[in-house]
Structures are given as C-alpha cells and as structure tokens.
C-alpha cells in the first residue's frame, strides 16, 4: 500500500524508492530521488521495489521563557519573585510551519510585588522576532520558536520630612520657626542615603520678641537617614535663651529724715 498518515505535527513530502524507476513518458527517476504522488501513478512497475514514505515536519512548538530586562535596576529576582513570575507562562503551543506565530496569554497577569528589594516587577511585553509585520510575532521556519519575555523591576518611591521642634520644657516653638524646617527630600529608594541640612549662620538663630529671647538650633536627631521599606522623619531641635533681666537702682530721701531735700 502507500499510506501517507502522519502524526499532527508532521506530513507527507514524497516517495522514494530503493531501485530506479521509469514513468510512462519514459522519465528515470534514479534509487532514492523524490517521487511525487503523480509519478508513483505513472511508474512502470517490472520487478519488486520498495517504496518509502517520507514526511517533513509540519508543526513546531511555539515556547515562552521569562527573562529580566537589560534597564531593569535589578538585575535577579529573589526566589519568591521568579516563582510567582513563572507562574504566568503561556501555555506551550504548536504553529504550523511557514505560518507567523504569535505569544500565549499569560495566566492571571499582574505585577508581583518584591520585599526583598522594596518595589514591584512588572511584565514589559515579548519580543518581536519578526521585522516583517506589525505585530509581536515569529515566522516558524522549520524549527520550534521560543518568545522571550521581559519584567523590570520598579522601586517604591519614599520621603523624608523634617520638623522643628522645642528643647526648651515649657517655652513652645514659634509658628514661623517651624515654618523654616527643611523642605521634604522625594524619590528615594531602599538604599539611598540622605543626610539633614543642619542650618548654619544666620540660619542657626531665631529671634522671638513674643517671648523675649532668642533660639538656637541644637541638633537633628538622624544626622542622615538610610532608606529601607518605609518613609523617614527626622527632627531638630531648637533651645531657647530668654533676654538678661536688666537690674536698675535709685536712692531717695527716707521719709522719717528732718531733712527732705537734699
């Protein structure tokens, strides 16, 4: 017989024979040279042969892997991370040769958040293996096609505040002394470390008439902070120099004297 079923992924390409075949039209076809279904039709068949079938590959397996992007600030998931990433993957899939094939859905997409680095992974997208067309896609040419995925890493962002605050027990800080701590420090990342701008000069001293004296900044309570997971406040401390009291004296004549003008 010449049975020419195949398994899904493959199919049938020619017939070759173990001897030198003729066709009607007086055509040799020498011992293992392709021979199509038309031809087996017109052989003349004068002694024993054997046949064979041969089949090409017709499906290959469209895979996915995930991979760190090249900008990405860090550069290795923690464990937890990649497990929870991986658990994405497309399903493997099959593309039939010649044919564009295009990525998988991942499974219950979503960022996943990291501990480790204090941030979030998020999935860029596949690559593109095919500059012929629009669309994220692989041209499938005769071997399975691999698409490769992208996550970056995302740190969260913190803050560091300041605030002005009295070392004086009993004497309360003035509104507009407060009002003077340093501006909040944005954007920083576990790791980065910012250090307090201790006022100096004219900045160091504060005048309060309401209260008759004078403040002096002491000191912050963090020199510098490090950032980890959280956001940061650091205080400073003023203290307070009342006015000198200012001691006068007079002398007056005594009631009881005879005298009463000097």
Do not use: C
């Not at 899939?93 to 044919?99: H, S």
Request: overall charge negative; proline content about 6%.
């Amino acid at each position: 017989g010449t049975e020419t079923k195949a398994n899904d992924e493959y199919k049938f390409s020619h017939w070759t024979a173990d001897k030198e075949i003729t066709l009607n039209d007086g055509t040799k076809i020498p011992a293992g040279g392709k021979i199509t279904e038309e031809q087996l039709k017109q052989a003349v068949i004068t002694e024993p042969l054997t046949f064979k079938a041969n089949f090409v590959q017709y499906e290959f397996k469209v895979k996915h892997e995930f991979k760190v992007a090249e900008d990405s600030p860090v550069k290795e998931m923690p464990a937890d991370v990649k497990k929870a990433v991986d658990a994405q993957l497309p399903d493997e899939k099959k593309a039939a040769n010649g044919t564009n094939a295009t990525p998988g859905e991942l499974k219950d997409p979503k960022d996943v958040e990291d501990k480790t680095n204090d941030g979030k992974w998020t999935f860029e997208g596949f690559k593109d293996q095919n500059p012929d067309t629009k669309d994220v896609d692989a041209k499938v040419n005769g071997k399975d096609v691999t698409f490769e995925g992208n996550w970056k890493f995302t740190p969260n962002k913190h803050e560091v505040t300041y605030e002005y605050v009295s070392g004086t027990k009993g004497v309360e800080l003035p509104a507009e002394l407060k009002a003077k701590a340093p501006a909040k420090v944005t954007g920083k990342v576990k790791g980065d470390t910012v250090t307090s701008p201790v006022p100096t000069g004219d900045d160091a001293t504060f005048r309060d008439d309401k209260n008759k004296g004078t403040w002096k900044f002491k000191s912050f309570d963090k020199s510098d902070v490090t950032i980890t997971d959280k956001d940061e406040n650091v205080k400073g401390t003023w203290e307070f120099t009342p006015d000198p009291v200012k001691v006068k004296h007079e002398f007056k004549v005594a009631e009881d004297s005879p005298v009463k003008e000097m």
